[in-house]
């Protein structure tokens, strides 16, 4: 569980897999780690998105971070920020025994490709496909200290990856006209936002305006969904409450229901948006106004 102003959400951390940055080939105007023979050397049966049997030659080691198609997907290409949906299983290398798995449920929170909370993995999601099945292998030092690769072989840690969904990193929707006295906001080449507030003071009643338009299904009480996020103070020293973009985690899960663990306010702002939609929203929460940019990216699968 973490924290961001008014607003609780559930963030998925896979695995204990920590930050490193893999050893990559360039496919397709994206970075992907390269196949290796250890990662060929793995093989999964199975339907896709349910528990595969995952047969590893144990003992398996590598000296750097390799990545093998097991079976190729043909949906969105991951980028660098966007969200993906996968079910996983973790094998140890050493033994060849599963050591780990996202229980297969549906219930797993989106990661970030490259996004930092995601470490080892996200890396290696990098260019994979909506419908693709993984055979990731890391050395087990990625997993302790964040290092992408060592000088001898070690024992290899095997997630077996398959990535039943995926977003795209930012907004998607066409350009509105701001509203007057509202913030300004600007966007970095990736699609984070940044938020000048004016010298006025905040206005009386909450406000939400649209800063993108999405063609995309409306959101409902009953999803969930997936938005990146930043937030600031409404004042003279206005300052960063808040930042999916920036503080690691890339894009995080809303669950819009009544009475669950979303602030009132940032609920009602995100109702009836739309995927696609970068929303402006100005709230006042417990006596102080925040300034809330959303990216409104989609929705799980229910």
């Known amino acids: 569980m973490r924290t961001i102003p008014a607003l609780l959400v559930t963030v998925g951390l896979v695995a204990s897999l920590s930050a490193c940055a893999s050893d990559s080939a360039s496919a397709g105007g994206c970075d992907a780690p390269a196949a ?26 590598t000296n750097h971070t390799e990545v093998s198609v097991l079976k190729q997907g043909t949906g969105r290409v991951l980028t660098d920020g966007s969200p993906a949906v996968i079910e996983y299983t ?42 693709d099945r993984l055979a990731i292998v890391v050395t087990t ?20 990856a398959d990535v039943v969904d995926g977003f795209p990193s930012r907004a998607s929707g066409s350009p509105q006209v701001a509203a007057d006295n509202m913030p300004a906001v600007v966007l970095a080449p990736n699609g984070a936002p940044g938020i000048t507030v004016p010298t006025t003071a905040a206005p009386k009643q909450d406000e939400v305006h649209l800063l993108r338009k999405g063609s995309g299904k409306e959101l409902t009480a009953k999803d969930t969904a997936v938005v990146k996020y930043t937030a600031v103070n409404w004042g003279a020293e206005s300052s960063v409450a808040g930042s999916s973009w920036t503080d690691g985690s890339g894009a995080v899960t809303v669950a819009l229901q009544k009475g669950g663990q979303i602030a009132e306010p940032i609920r009602t702002a995100l109702l009836g948006s739309h995927v696609g939609d970068q929303v402006l929203a100005v709230l006042t929460q417990d006596g102080t106004s925040y300034v809330y940019v959303f990216d409104v990216l989609g929705t799980m699968p229910r």
């Open 36 to 61: 290796g023979a250890a990662s060929d050397a793995v093989t999964a049966s199975g339907s896709l998105g349910a528990k595969p049997k995952v047969q590893v030659p144990s003992p398996l080691t």
């Open 141 to 160: 030092s990625a997993l302790q200290s964040g290092s992408s690769s060592s000088k001898k072989q070690q024992d290899a840690a095997v997630v077996v």
């Open 90 to 131: 973790v094998v140890d290398g050493a033994t060849g025994k599963t050591a780990q798995t996202s229980g297969y449920d549906g219930s797993t929170a989106p990661i970030t490709v490259g996004s930092t909370n995601a470490g080892a993995l996200g890396a290696a999601l990098e260019c994979a496909h909506v419908g």
